[in-house]
């Protein structure tokens, strides 16, 4: 069992930076995937960015977030730059070991956080 919990989130004007935080416990996540996925009002949940062999983002993201794990402290970060409003939503940090799905399918991922909301004003 593995259980995940967001931090980080919060209310910053657009052009600024959050960083998010999941910790992970109850076991290692050291061999898992890792992803986030965000979840604005009225929308399905979309995939923003996943660390796997190697990191991928969704175009709407790309440039301006980064994800990274630290292994030794069961952390993984969503670095987000240059933030805009459409950026609003509750983000998700999600783990996985089903490597036979596509990364940003949602059904993909075993274990989800409550989620972190951000916000971000224009």
């Known amino acids: 069992q593995v259980q995940l919990v967001e931090s980080g989130g919060g209310l910053v004007q657009a052009g600024g930076s959050l960083r998010l935080s999941c910790a992970a416990s109850?076991?290692?996540?050291?061999?898992?995937?890792m992803a986030w996925f965000r979840q604005a009002p009225g929308k399905e949940r979309e995939f923003v960015a996943v660390?796997?062999?190697?990191?991928y983002y969704a175009d709407s993201v790309k440039g301006r977030f980064t994800i990274s794990r630290n292994n030794v402290q069961n952390t993984v970060y969503l670095q987000m730059n240059s933030l805009k409003p459409e950026d609003t939503a509750v983000y998700y940090c999600?783990?996985?070991?089903?490597?036979?799905?596509?990364?940003?399918?949602?059904?993909?991922?075993?274990?989800w956080g409550q989620g972190t909301q951000v916000t971000v004003s224009s």
């Open positions: 999600a783990a996985s070991t089903r490597y036979s799905l596509p990364y940003y399918h949602t059904a993909a991922y075993d274990y």
């Open positions: 109850g076991r290692t996540f050291s061999t898992y995937r």
């Open positions: 660390l796997s062999a190697g990191t």
